[in-house]
């Protein structure tokens, strides 16, 4: 197998800007290696070869004419199949658009082909992006490569578990609750997710609208800086996308500095409830910190405590709101009710969704169609709202006190296939310590502390103020320095 496909994107970046290889190269290195490896771990439900090298030959075409590229050029990426890409499905993870291609791009992936990355493909998810494991995905599960009877997490699994295996230097996933930093912990990458309309969600399926956030996959704290600069930014498409240029994340990536930093431990988002190993590398991690001169002091937010059932409002709320275009009149799979000679339009949209969503996308529309029905919205949205706003209130609260606030990401390591497939609560709960983030809108990063007693990853989260994301990259990055001398180097897990 191709040593490249060992390097960061960073190398991959200076060795092809030092003409010590070709984007062409690269980028077949890196099919190569899906070709070999991804039967068993399922990262990706499509693979685009074709288009990928066209794409790498026109960077390498431009590179010999001696036109300037920008920096990722010819680095390629793979791509959460939730963003919309033209020439290739974007399926969701559901039956529903089995096959649909769309017309025209998110603006996420226009952004990364004007940028020269060639796209690998698309990976998978939790259907819909509701899970975090991606075995509610309707093409089956990813597995993770530290091991193949575990879960990558979700709902960006597939993202999570290429990048970690070496299938692609760099991804894009969405974190609706944490479906990139969970993903993240469970497979020892770098997970993060941008200030709410930092990054655009034009052309992204939507789950619920108020939450979703794009950011990068990535192994090391530098490549998400050098991604998230790529596909930041404002965008006149989206609503939602805030008018400012992206902050100085790469300048801050490289800094890496916390001497004097603030940093604030959550007291709701760990202790009780959290693996041992899991806990015992996060003190650890604080440890490192305060030996380079941050400042540690413990923070309080007690509204997270009613986070998760927040969420577990809202999220579904919104998500039957945008699933419902999903009529089976316009796009997507169209199936008959059994017995029905001439049935009503009402009749096969019920028969199409019995038949394209799956058990978890049916859940979570069947509870948020329950809390937005007439007589319940008042006490069940209506409240939900309220208690969001307590949340971002504590978090500014807590930001007066800490420059950034930390806590363990997932309270356990990669769980077993199967292990929480029945039982939605246990499930709902992996996102404990991510979800107050995207109630407050605020950025979070993930990156790996080491290994728990069962040899498997723990993630480390950083969370900032709005629009302060450099502040993750600088602390991610200085304690990813210090841990990486810890170990003596990165912590991969072997080829499947």
Known sequence: MSQLTELTAAELSDALAAGETTAAEVTSAFLDRIGA??????????????????????????????DEVP???????????????TGQPTTCGSRILDGWVPPYDATVVARLRAAGLPILGKTNLDEFAMGSSTEHSAYGPSRNPWDLERTPGGSGGGS???????????????????????PGALTGTVGVKPTYGGVSRYGIVAMASSLDQAGPVTRTVLDAALLHEVIGGHDPMDATSIEASVPPVVEAARRADVAGLRIGVVKELGGEGFQAGVQARFEEAVALLTGAGAKVVEVSCPSFVHALATYYLVMPSEASSNLARFDAMRYGLRAFPEGVDDPSAEQVMAATRDAGFGDEVKRRVILGTYALSSG???????????????????FTAAFDQADVLVSPTAPTTAFKMGEKLD???????????????????????????????????????????????ERLYNAGAALERLLLDTWGGPLLPESP
Do not use: W
């Open 376 to 394: 319940y919205y008042d006490a069940y949205y209506g409240s939900a709202q309220k208690v969001r706003a307590l949340v971002a209130r504590e």
């Open 37 to 66: 490896e991804d039967e068993e771990l399922h990262c990706f439900l499509h693979v685009d070869r074709d288009g990928a090298l066209a794409a790498a030959e026109a960077v390498d075409q431009r590179r010999s004419s001696g």
């Open 160 to 182: 999570a578990a290429a990048v970690a295996a070496r299938l692609a230097p760099l991804a894009i996933g969405t974190d609706t609750g944490g479906s990139i930093r969970q």
């Open 71 to 85: 920096t990722l050029a010819g680095v390629p990426v793979a791509v959460k199949d939730l963003f919309c890409t």
């Open 423 to 469: 039982d939605p609560l246990a499930m709902y709960l992996q996102d404990v310590a991510t979800i107050p983030a995207n109630l407050a809108g605020i950025p979070g990063l993930s990156l790996p502390a080491g290994l728990a007693e069962d040899g498997l990853p723990v993630g480390f989260q950083f969370l900032a103020p709005l629009q302060a994301d």
